[in-house]
């Protein structure tokens, strides 16, 4: 018998295709079975707690996460999106409407957003991303069964903890957006100065990116169209924050923060890194302050202006909820 059939690398060769052929059916049953009609968003910034907010609506593991499926790099089937892709709330896009349908209603699957699915049965779809800001609108006009949280970190510690995130996938050049036309026409035509002429440092250049990737959606929403989550509150006031969210959530349940669920409060997501804040014993809210130079702070500030945005945190670590509501409300 030749030695090939006994090829280790073979045979586990098919059994990661079996195992993934078996996830991809049984996903497809949980479908068909009308298992996905409840769907939660988490949306927002690279680093600004996406994952562990995911982390604790799924305390009980009875959704199934899709974890970022609008990743550029590594999700394939989304050759018709760029990153951070932009859509008109009322635009009629084919190609993204097919990939953004099959993906809120559950019928999408990829092996990467999909890594952590053990389950049989499922009861929802929980769908968190950190390139999706820009069709936040768009999803709420076209698909009203949808329930977007909009997850907001101050920028100064979202652009730290991504150049700590060395082997994350990041925008990290600004006038990438300069290519999405109708973005331009609709929202970045008196900021092109801004952006072309951005410095290269990498803190400058992300405190850019977070600014139109929430300058957007801000102009684009209503303050009833997204539930808006900041880091900051929910990490000084887990349960008080948490009660508020899964009050929005499930409108017609009454709300128990399980004992379970409150011990994943202070557990990091399972994509903190090495030199994650938590780990090492110190606040994620005040350390950018000590460790980014004050240039750069100024630069930053003077950036988030630009945009009107400036006042959400201004240099303080927590932010001004009431500025962000009249800010999504005018």
Same mark, same amino acid.
């Given at each position: 018998?030749?030695?090939?059939?006994?090829? /280790?690398?073979?045979?586990?060769?098919?059994?990661?295709? +079996?195992?993934?052929?078996? %996830?991809?059916?049984?996903?497809?049953?949980?479908?068909?079975?009308?298992?996905?009609?409840? +769907?939660?968003? *988490?949306?927002? $910034?690279?680093?600004?707690?996406?994952?562990?907010?995911?982390?604790?609506? &799924?305390?009980?593991?009875?959704?199934?996460?899709?974890? =970022?499926?609008?990743?550029? !790099?590594?999700?394939?089937?989304?050759?018709?999106?760029?990153?951070?892709?932009?859509?008109?709330?009322?635009?009629? +896009?084919?190609?993204?409407?097919?990939?953004? =349908?099959?993906?809120?209603?559950?019928?999408?699957?990829?092996?990467?957003?999909? +890594?952590?699915?053990?389950?049989?049965?499922?009861?929802?779809? *929980?769908?968190?991303? #950190?390139?999706? &800001?820009?069709?936040?609108?768009?999803? @709420?006009?076209?698909?009203?069964?949808? %329930? /977007?949280?909009?997850?907001?970190?101050?920028?100064? !510690?979202?652009?730290?903890?991504?150049? @700590?995130?060395?082997?994350?996938?990041?925008?990290?050049? /600004?006038? $990438?957006?300069?290519?999405?036309?109708?973005?331009?026409?609709?929202?970045? !035509?008196?900021?092109?100065?801004?952006?072309?002429?951005?410095?290269?440092?990498?803190?400058?250049?992300?405190?850019?990116?977070?600014?139109?990737?929430?300058?957007?959606?801000?102009?684009?929403? &209503?303050?009833?169209?997204?539930?808006?989550?900041?880091?900051? $509150?929910?990490?000084?006031?887990?349960?008080? =924050?948490?009660?508020?969210?899964?009050?929005?959530?499930?409108?017609?349940?009454?709300?128990?923060?399980?004992?379970?669920?409150?011990?994943? #409060?202070?557990?990091?997501?399972?994509?903190?890194?090495?030199?994650?804040?938590?780990? *090492?014993? @110190?606040?994620?809210?005040?350390?950018?302050? &000590?460790?980014?130079?004050? !240039?750069?702070?100024?630069?930053?500030?003077?950036?988030?202006?630009?945009?009107?945005?400036? %006042?959400?945190?201004?240099?303080?670590?927590? /932010?001004? %909820?009431?500025?962000?509501?009249? *800010?999504?409300?005018?």
């Amino acid at each position: 018998m030749s030695p090939a059939l006994f090829n /280790p690398s073979i045979y586990g060769d098919l059994s990661s295709r +079996a195992k993934q052929l078996t %996830k991809q059916a049984i996903i497809r049953l949980n479908y068909l079975l009308g298992n996905y009609q409840e +769907a939660v968003w *988490l949306v927002g $910034d690279g680093r600004s707690g996406t994952t562990w907010v995911s982390n604790l609506i &799924n305390w009980h593991g009875h959704y199934r996460e899709m974890f =970022e499926p609008f990743h550029p !790099a590594l999700v394939s089937g989304l050759e018709s999106f760029q990153m951070h892709h932009y859509l008109r709330a009322d635009q009629a +896009a084919p190609d993204e409407t097919k990939v953004l =349908e099959s993906i809120f209603s559950g019928r999408f699957y990829h092996e990467r957003p999909d +890594a952590l699915n053990k389950r049989f049965l499922y009861k929802g779809l *929980l769908i968190k991303d #950190i390139f999706a &800001n820009l069709v936040i609108a768009w999803v @709420k006009r076209n698909l009203p069964h949808v %329930k /977007p949280v909009f997850v907001i970190r101050n920028p100064f !510690a979202v652009a730290l903890s991504k150049q @700590k995130r060395t082997r994350g996938v990041w925008m990290t050049d /600004p006038s $990438d957006f300069l290519s999405q036309p109708a973005l331009v026409d609709d929202h970045l !035509a008196p900021f092109r100065e801004v952006i072309e002429q951005v410095g290269d440092d990498f803190i400058e250049r992300q405190i850019l990116i977070w600014s139109i990737i929430h300058y957007v959606p801000f102009r684009q929403l &209503n303050r009833r169209d997204a539930y808006v989550l900041f880091y900051e $509150d929910l990490f000084e006031e887990p349960e008080k =924050e948490l009660a508020n969210l899964f009050g929005y959530l499930f409108e017609s349940q009454s709300v128990t923060l399980e004992p379970k669920l409150l011990a994943k #409060i202070r557990k990091p997501s399972q994509t903190p890194g090495k030199d994650n804040n938590i780990l *090492l014993g @110190k606040s994620p809210i005040e350390t950018w302050k &000590n460790e980014l130079s004050s !240039a750069q702070i100024d630069r930053g500030m003077d950036i988030l202006s630009r945009f009107g945005l400036d %006042k959400i945190y201004g240099t303080r670590s927590r /932010p001004d %909820k009431t500025f962000v509501d009249n *800010l999504i409300s005018r």
